[in-house]
């Protein structure tokens, strides 16, 4: 199995930009406040899956969101990326809005990754060219910059070799991992991490959030939806605990886990608990 | 997709090793003993065997056949009229000084007419793919327009499509549209009717990605054109070589219903020949010609899945 190569790369204080040439073509990224959410909803058909979110992300915050499956973590998530179109409230990125018309949202995603539970790699393109693609296509970079800064990431999280590889060809641990560079390839300020380690099996899941917290160490804003609740305790400034579409408690790690205030939490927190996950 | 590491052979089912379940039933047999042994036991020794069953029942089937048509009773008159050999080479090369064509020459019409209307109804075909797939309100219009079309060139026979555009568009005395040769027109119907099958294929094909493939590519920040050309669109043609392959087989075959028209593809100048000689057997050359194309495409084909497939669990390095 590959261990995450660590030790002094690149990786520490490079925030926002993981590669050590990234340029200067990007949004303003002060300190303080990244995203701002605003009453957000968000409807299925008639199961209304978000009730009215509001939150607010500080730029190198991270942040957990938990709750049980259908609580509404991962249609948050994807609501951020602009995958779905909101039916209220609003959306601000570095202050300015970018929820309603007018948005482009292809300028949006770059600067937001997200990474999902189940890969999603392009199954016909080997591991560099998953990774090439975005920068190629809509950054505008060339080729063979794109591939050296590819290259670069791969080996920073121990993928290297992979890297001719189809991802038929990878374990599901390599597979998210791999998913998590396309994203970084494209230099976002913010990743969102969809459960990224549920679809993985449970020998596969550290690796992964060994990534993760390479990510976190660096200084990168992150939203992770996530069940691994020990994990969450570890690396997150805030945990969110949602519940039918509605933040219920939004707590630093040590006061949500060890002193939950809302009984919703609590009742979560037990099951968890007895479960043994926690 | 789950993660099978080249780990350990964990089993959470039943936890028995594995290998040891042919042991089922009957006593063991020492190696030796042929027994009361099952088949398979008994065919391993020599790789020869399964041969020469296999041999031996192709030419029993063969020659059972051979039989029944030799001893028909019309046998005889059959035989001089559709495989005469006489016959078969004087249609395959032709004399037009005693008025028939050479079905060996006219063939290379039907390959030429297949070879256009196939390039035609690829992008014809995925821009009416495309069109139908859109969700875009604006795009309302073109998408009835395109349901609409697919419905008509489906559902009317092709024999009708070659009469009325090979007959009716050099009656409307337009310009240069109506002074087209027959194959011309040939290839326009055959395009039109087979664009509408196409098209349905490609769709499948396209509804055969997964939407979390759009999703992560548009995710990247892809346009929602870059994702379809670079993402989904790859990966649906890659799944649809099968059955577009056995649209074209079709349309190869179909080039000869353009003959209707008086152009000399292969299946005219057979006819022609038929007339002439009152003899049947340049029909069978004309389809042995029919088979020599279709046969290697469908071959073709075939290595075209398997190369993809290896490539992919093979992967780029050891």
Redesign the interface.
């Known amino acids: 199995?590959n261990a995450v190569s660590r030790g002094p790369g690149p990786g520490a204080g490079s925030g926002g930009d993981p590669d050590p040439g990234g340029d200067a073509g990007l949004p303003p990224q002060p300190e303080g406040e990244a995203i701002r959410i605003e009453g957000l909803r968000k409807s299925f058909g008639p199961n209304e899956v978000l009730k009215g979110i509001d939150l607010t992300v500080t730029t190198h915050e991270v942040i957990c969101l938990i709750g049980a499956s259908g609580s509404g973590k991962s249609t948050l998530l994807?609501c951020l990326?602009l995958?779905e179109r909101i039916d209220a409230g609003r959306i601000h990125l570095w202050g300015r809005p970018v929820t309603g018309e007018g948005v482009n949202?292809?300028?949006v995603?770059?600067y937001i990754?997200?990474v999902?539970q189940?890969?999603?790699?392009?199954?016909?393109m080997?591991v560099l060219r998953n990774i090439t693609?975005?920068p190629v296509?809509?950054l505008g970079t060339p080729t063979a910059q794109a591939q050296e800064e590819a290259r670069a990431l791969l080996g920073r999280f121990g993928l290297l070799?992979k890297?001719?590889?189809?991802p038929?060809?990878l374990?599901?641990?390599?597979?998210q991992r791999v998913a998590i560079v396309?994203?970084l390839a494209?230099k976002p300020q913010i990743m969102l991490l969809d459960e990224v380690t549920s679809?993985?099996?449970p020998?596969?899941v550290a690796e992964v959030l060994e990534v993760i917290r390479e990510l976190a160490g660096g200084g990168m804003t992150m939203l992770i939806a996530t069940h691994e609740m020990g994990f969450a305790r570890d690396i997150a400034n805030r945990v969110c605990f949602l519940e039918e579409g509605r933040i219920i408690e939004d707590a630093p790690p040590a006061e949500l886990f060890t002193n939950p205030r809302d009984e919703r939490t609590q009742r979560f927190l037990r099951r968890i608990v007895e479960a043994g996950r926690l | 997709m789950e993660g099978n590491q080249p780990g350990p052979p964990v089993d959470p089912l039943t936890g028995v090793p594995s290998g040891s379940s042919g042991t089922d039933g009957g006593p063991w047999q020492p190696p030796g003993s042929f027994g009361s042994g099952r088949g398979p036991r008994l065919l391993s020794g020599g790789g020869r065997r399964p041969v020469v069953i296999s041999t031996v029942s192709t030419l029993v089937v063969l020659g059972s056949l051979t039989a029944i048509f030799l001893l028909a009773p019309g046998s005889r008159a059959v035989e001089h009229a559709f495989f005469s050999p006489r016959d078969m080479w004087r249609s395959f090369i032709g004399n037009p000084r005693q008025g028939y064509y050479s079905v060996g020459a006219a063939i290379w019409l039907n390959i030429r007419m297949f070879l256009v209307a196939e390039v035609l109804i690829l992008v014809l075909a995925l821009v009416i793919a495309l069109i139908r797939q859109s969700t875009h309100p604006a795009m309302f219009p073109v998408r009835l327009l395109s349901t609409v079309y697919v419905d008509f060139f489906r559902g009317v026979p092709l024999i009708l499509v070659i009469f009325a555009i090979g007959l009716g568009i050099p009656a409307l005395g337009l310009a240069v549209v109506s002074s087209q040769s027959d194959a011309v027109y040939g290839v326009a119907a055959l395009v039109l009717s087979y664009s509408a099958y196409v098209s349905e294929v490609y769709r499948a094909g396209l509804n055969s990605v997964h939407q979390s493939q759009t999703a992560a590519a548009r995710s990247l920040g892809l346009s929602r054109w870059t994702a379809l050309r670079h993402v989904i669109l790859p990966q649906a043609v890659r799944n649809i070589i099968p059955p577009l392959l056995n649209d074209f087989i079709s349309l190869q075959k179909d080039t000869a219903l353009v003959g209707i028209l008086g152009t000399i593809e292969a299946n005219k100048a057979a006819d022609i020949y038929s007339e002439q000689v009152f003899n049947f057997s340049s029909f069978t050359v004309a389809a042995i010609l029919f088979l020599i194309l279709t046969i290697p495409l469908a071959r073709f084909t075939d290595s075209l899945i398997a190369r993809d497939r290896n490539r992919r669990l093979a992967g780029g390095t050891a």
């Open positions: 199995m994807r990326n995958l949202s292809n300028l995603r770059r990754g997200i999902f189940s890969f999603n790699l392009f199954p016909h080997n693609l975005a296509k809509v070799e890297q001719l590889d189809y038929d060809r374990s599901g641990g390599q597979q396309r994203a494209m679809a993985l099996d020998e596969l």
